[in-house]
């Protein structure tokens, strides 16, 4: 095949978006889109490479897969085995478990799976996970399974009508993803079934026989709206864009024009400046440096349990750099130069051993509980807080069916009063215990209505939790049913974030004919990881101390959460328990926090006290009776 510098320069605009974004330089706040750009482009390069055998009679899966481990599996190994070393050395033994359960899953090029049931890519403490950047790998590794079987089918079956026989499933695979946006949007970013498409279109762009692009004018307006779509994604898009579905769209049709036009004679400005040394020489490290980068933020985050500053942020990148360099030179280099002595057999071999021997360093991790053995001077506590939610019964978690739920099981005050009800996830739970330490101060009698993952959102959808939408609906019929007189909105309102906190609204609209008080709690503390790794590593060792640090979440999340409260009450807990972005997370030894986020036992007596509505205030202390006098106090008075 042709060598295409353009293509090399295009894998430069893809990974550095990625790296800026990842190390905390502002400005690429939707850097991530960068990874749809390798799709594409690994798509239309395995197709060609795929056309290219058919057609000169070589095709063959094993060459193919041959071809693969001697692209992808050197670099991908040594950077997962150092990791692995500092891994060891660093983290504590629940993170190292975390990152043992990733080792194997990522040696079997499975990590996106894990990663979708494990923890969100946006969330707060996927930043610890030194190998969730091997997700997009995954990916691609179970795209190739499928896609060298397909191309021969298609040239040997089908006369070669490939965008007949692709689009369809493009069409399916994109119709998915936008589906899924709302409905299932953290498996919507990991999973191949709504990323294929992406792949596939460059797959498209190199099979399908397409007309080139002869004149200038033309050429130049199509390269530089390639460029103005994957510009616009890097520089407007952010954590809270819907992502992958229809915003994917601006970095995977801006790759595939740029592509596209790149093989004009006409040679737009665009095409030249994607040939430029500089944007080819970083294209050509743009594997390694996408390998590397991520275990140095993921480590720099774990010593520092903070945001890298400005300066930082750039050392992370020339850090990113050499190490990138490095790895290009002495480690791909190497390995894609043919050599006589290392046979197709040889090479699958190796790369068989290599998927065991890390696939069992994994295993063993997991089976010695993270080797807690290396951190003597840690004992992670057993800290109460989720045990008092009334598990089963009152908060649904494994299965979140409302017919489990009963209002004479799930009184957490008793009182002749009026009734009110505490709907939501386990952001609503953690309330329960610091609801009954002050039930005396509480006249009216309260009811748990609570699921995990379960947010009070009359319109919410979960793919991982279809049952969601009936509980919440059940939620009406209670309040009905019961005469609510009060309702209590409580969530992580953080993951409602990427679907649009404006669903409030419809929960809202819902309650409104049915005349009770509602009262909307906004977000409350969340870290940046557990408050024992945060103590251990930045706490105070005097015993009186108040350790506090930093919410990871932007604060003004509780402004626009109030704004769509509208006429309902809205309170913010931050106030209460906060002096501007840091929050007490340890008080005179005493855990307020069980995890990263949830109230401890402590913590919800403390914030239901300074903040839940419906509570009273606290009895005033009785009066002691005056002492009686003594006989001869008495007489001396006489």
């Excluded at 899966?61 to 001697?70: H, T």
């Excluded at 179970?142 to 006369?159: L, S």
């Excluded at 080797?371 to 494994?398: M, V, Y």
């Excluded at 005469?483 to 409602?496: E, F, G, K, Q």
Aim: glycine share 6%; proline share 7%.
């Amino acid at each position: 095949m042709k060598y295409r510098p353009d293509v090399d320069g295009l894998r430069a605009v893809a990974i550095l978006p990625v790296l800026l974004f990842h190390s905390g330089v502002s400005g690429f706040s939707g850097g991530f889109v960068g990874v749809d750009v390798f799709f594409v482009i690994s798509g239309y390069v395995i197709a060609l490479s795929l056309l290219n055998d058919l057609e000169n009679g070589k095709f063959s899966i094993l060459r193919f897969y041959a071809k693969r481990v001697r692209r992808i599996f050197p670099a991908l190994f040594v950077t997962v085995a150092i990791t692995c070393v500092i891994a060891y050395l660093l983290f504590i033994p629940s993170y190292f478990l975390d990152f043992s359960k990733s080792l194997l899953a990522t040696s079997i090029f499975m990590s996106n799976m894990y990663f979708w049931k494990a923890s969100g890519y946006f969330a707060a403490d996927s930043v610890f996970s030194p190998l969730l950047h091997t997700w997009s790998l995954s990916v691609e590794e179970q795209y190739y399974i499928f896609m060298p079987i397909a191309t021969f089918i298609i040239y040997r079956f089908f006369g070669k009508r490939w965008l007949l026989t692709l689009l369809p499933v493009i069409l399916v695979s994109f119709v998915l993803s936008v589906y899924a946006t709302t409905t299932a949007p953290t498996a919507n970013f990991y999973v191949l079934p709504t990323r294929a498409w992406e792949l596939l279109l460059g797959a498209a762009l190199a099979l399908g026989m397409i007309p080139m692009v002869r004149s200038r004018w033309l050429a130049e307006a199509i390269g530089f709206l390639g460029l103005g779509l994957i510009a616009f994604a890097v520089f407007t898009f952010d954590e809270a864009t819907p992502f992958p579905g229809l915003n994917a769209l601006y970095p995977c049709l801006g790759s595939v024009l740029l592509i596209y036009v790149g093989k004009s004679p006409a040679r737009p400005l665009a095409t030249s400046i994607l040939s430029l040394p500089p944007m080819v020489g970083i294209g050509l490290i743009s594997y390694s440096l996408y390998l590397v980068h991520w275990p140095i933020v993921s480590f720099f985050r774990y010593q520092t349990l903070d945001h890298p500053t400005t300066i930082q942020a750039f050392a992370i990148v020339a850090a990113s750099f050499i190490l990138a360099y490095l790895s290009w030179r002495f480690v791909e280099q190497p390995f894609r130069t043919p050599n006589p002595a290392i046979t197709q057999p040889r090479l699958l071999a190796g790369g068989v051993a290599a998927i065991v021997v890390f696939a069992a360093a994994g295993a063993v991790g997991i089976a010695s509980g993270g080797f807690p053995g290396r951190t003597p001077d840690f004992t992670e506590q057993k800290i109460a807080g989720h045990e008092q939610w009334n598990q089963g019964k009152c908060f649904l978690s494994n299965d979140p069916d409302y017919r489990k739920w009963s209002a004479d099981d799930c009184a957490i005050t008793q009182s002749d009063g009026p009734v009110a009800l505490l709907w939501g996830d386990s952001f609503a739970a953690q309330y329960v215990p610091g609801i009954a330490a002050n039930s005396a101060r509480i006249p009216m009698k309260i009811l748990q209505y609570t699921a995990a993952g379960c947010p009070p959102i009359i319109s919410y959808y979960s793919y991982a939790r279809p049952r969601c939408t009936e509980f919440n609906a059940n939620a009406l019929k209670i309040i009905k049913d019961l005469n609510i007189d009060t309702v209590i909105l409580s969530a992580r309102w953080t993951d409602l974030q990427l679907r649009g906190l404006d669903q409030l609204e419809s929960t809202l609209a819902q309650l409104k004919p049915l005349g009770t008080k509602v009262y909307v709690i906004g977000q409350s503390p969340q870290f940046s990881t557990s408050v024992q790794v945060i103590a251990y590593a930045k706490g105070s060792r005097e015993p009186d101390a108040v350790d506090k640090w930093k919410i990871f979440f932007d604060p003004a999340i509780n402004a626009e959460i109030k704004h769509y409260a509208g006429a309902a009450a809205f309170i913010d807990p931050l106030p209460s328990l906060c002096s501007g972005v840091e929050c007490p997370y340890r008080e005179k030894g005493q855990y307020l926090y069980e995890d990263a986020e949830h109230f401890s036992v402590d913590g919800s007596k403390l914030a239901v006290a300074a903040y839940f509505p419906l509570v009273g205030p606290a009895p005033l202390p009785a009066e002691p009776s005056p002492a009686p006098v003594a006989a001869e106090t008495v007489s001396d008075l006489r």
